[in-house]
């Protein structure tokens, strides 16, 4: 064996007792889509997620209708700390839909909500909370399915604001939304009302007078107020966005195009405040304008994310199309879709079904963001309800996985110093025991 190669097996032997990785790295690579995450991802449809610190680290919480999350048995909620999938007690007895998060004094807990009557074995009404060991009910829960929560201080105190389809919430009247501050339910003035009676989205926004709650869905009226799809709360009572929009609002994100933050909107209306913005609109607190030329079908999710080519609003959904101005030629963008303020973008070739849940999530090998639904492939991989779209640290070859060829790359570049180390992961100009630690820490991932 050579001198070189000794050097190595001694190096292998000593990072993979610690495994220190730098602050900043290399990326040579453009942002791409990794496969199944925690093989073979989830086995059913995946209604949202969230980013939440349980005391043991951030990990990556999703709810939906899937019972096993890789190999594990996870009755519809589960967790990923980016390296392995594990359940949460025995879970739910039907769909979650909504996974949240809220602090009433005595430390951050996890909520879930959706269509379920039990959580870990326990009767809990379309609502239940979990405190890292156990389930338990929220309140005496809803009166029928939570979609969403949110939380926020209206001047009352912070409190977990929670919304559906509901008429009830701890048994007082509460229409499609309510206030939980840890101990009691409160209502928002009359709720909302009309149509389906459902409340989809909440977001926080400041429109120059103050933070105030947005919330969006299937409802015409808060109280007697005409709000369509659309309203604002400010701690005391309920107002209309413009006329609001002609159908229903599934997300709510704020997000800064270069113009100042502005309130966006998705869903699946194709007009708001009589401007017609097909499935996606922007709300700047005094009037509405479409994103660009819209997309070709419903909106179902945002996040926000830079993923290397500057920030953006990122869209999920049923769509396949975007369009940068009205009568501009399609973009082909396959349920996700990436715009800058100016122009849409695709992610690759996308997912071959919807998207539903987006969240940005650091597994460990860089900031990326986390794609769920119902797509069992997103670009050209097999990624079964859910997806990774960003850098790979570790990935010498650009082919979004970390493995022998990666590990070969470095072996051949070992000791190049200057500006061209093919093997230099993390970027301080030469190939060596560092560089060799972050390849062991990520080798496997995306294979």
């Known amino acids: 064996m050579s001198e070189r190669m000794h050097t190595l097996m001694a190096v292998l032997s000593a990072v993979t007792m610690s495994l220190a990785l730098p602050a900043a790295f290399a990326q040579p690579?453009?942002?791409?889509?990794?496969?199944?995450?925690?093989?073979?991802?989830?086995?059913?449809?995946?209604?949202n997620t969230v980013v939440f610190d349980d005391g043991t680290g951030l990990a990556l919480y999703g709810g939906g209708d899937f019972t096993l999350s890789g190999d594990v048995v996870a009755n519809r909620i589960?967790?990923?700390?980016?390296?392995?999938?594990?359940?949460?007690?025995?879970?739910?007895?039907?769909?979650?839909?909504?996974?949240?998060?809220?602090?009433?004094?005595?430390?951050?807990?996890?909520?879930?909500?959706?269509?379920?009557?039990?959580?870990?074995?326990?009767?809990?009404?379309?609502?239940?909370?979990?405190?890292?060991?156990?389930?338990?009910?929220?309140?005496?829960?809803?009166?029928?399915?939570v979609q969403r929560f949110l939380a926020f201080d209206d001047g009352t105190g912070s409190a977990l604001y929670v919304s559906g389809r509901f008429t009830q919430a701890g048994g007082l009247p509460a229409s499609g939304i309510a206030r939980w501050d840890g101990a009691t339910w409160s209502p928002l003035g009359e709720g909302l009302s009309g149509v389906d009676n459902s409340v989809e989205a909440l977001a926080i926004y400041d429109d120059g007078t103050g933070p105030a709650l947005y919330a969006g869905g299937y409802f015409t009226r808060a109280g007697v107020l005409e709000v369509n799809g659309i309203a604002r709360w400010d701690g005391s009572t309920w107002?209309?966005?413009?006329?609001?929009?002609?159908?229903?609002?599934?997300?709510?994100?704020?997000?800064?195009?270069?113009?100042?933050?502005?309130?966006?909107?998705?869903?699946?209306?194709?007009?708001?405040?009589?401007?017609?913005?097909?499935?996606?609109?922007?709300?700047?607190?005094n009037a509405w304008s479409a994103v660009g030329g819209g997309v070709s079908s419903a909106v179902a999710e945002f996040a926000v994310f830079d993923d290397g080519a500057g920030p953006g609003l990122f869209a999920g959904g049923w769509f396949h199309w975007a369009y940068d101005c009205d009568g501009c030629p399609p973009k082909l963008v396959n349920h996700i879709a990436k715009w800058d303020g100016n122009a849409w973008s695709?992610?690759?070739?996308?997912?071959?079904?919807?998207?539903?849940?987006?969240?940005?999530?650091?597994?460990?090998?860089?900031?990326?963001?986390y794609a769920a639904g119902w797509f069992d492939a997103a670009g050209d991989r097999p990624a079964h309800h859910i997806a990774r779209w960003g850098f790979v640290l570790g990935d010498?070859?650009?082919?979004?996985?970390?493995?022998?060829?990666?590990?070969?790359?470095?072996?051949?570049?070992?000791?190049?110093?200057?500006?061209?180390?093919?093997?230099?992961?993390?970027?301080?100009?030469?190939?060596?025991?560092?560089?060799?630690?972050?390849?062991?820490?990520?080798?496997?991932?995306?294979?």
């Open 29 to 47: 690579c453009e942002p791409t889509w990794s496969g199944s995450v925690g093989v073979p991802g989830l086995n059913d449809t995946v209604w």
């Open 78 to 145: 589960a967790k990923w700390d980016g390296y392995a999938w594990s359940a949460l007690g025995t879970g739910m007895n039907d769909t979650v839909y909504a996974v949240g998060y809220f602090d009433a004094g005595t430390g951050p807990v996890l909520y879930a909500g959706g269509w379920f009557t039990e959580a870990g074995g326990v009767a809990a009404d379309y609502i239940a909370e979990w405190d890292g060991n156990t389930w338990s009910p929220v309140g005496g829960g809803t009166n029928n399915h």
């Open 239 to 285: 107002s209309a966005l413009g006329s609001g929009v002609d159908g229903g609002v599934w997300t709510l994100m704020v997000f800064d195009d270069g113009n100042g933050p502005a309130l966006y909107a998705g869903g699946d209306f194709q007009e708001a405040g009589g401007v017609a913005a097909d499935y996606i609109a922007r709300w700047d607190g």
């Open 346 to 369: 695709a992610l690759g070739s996308g997912a071959d079904d919807g998207v539903y849940a987006l969240s940005v999530f650091d597994d460990g090998i860089g900031p990326a963001v």
């Open 396 to 447: 010498l070859d650009c082919d979004a996985d970390v493995d022998h060829s990666d590990l070969g790359i470095l072996l051949s570049d070992w000791g190049c110093t200057g500006d061209d180390c093919p093997g230099d992961a993390d970027g301080d100009g030469d190939t060596d025991h560092a560089d060799l630690a972050i390849l062991l820490a990520h080798f496997g991932f995306g294979s």
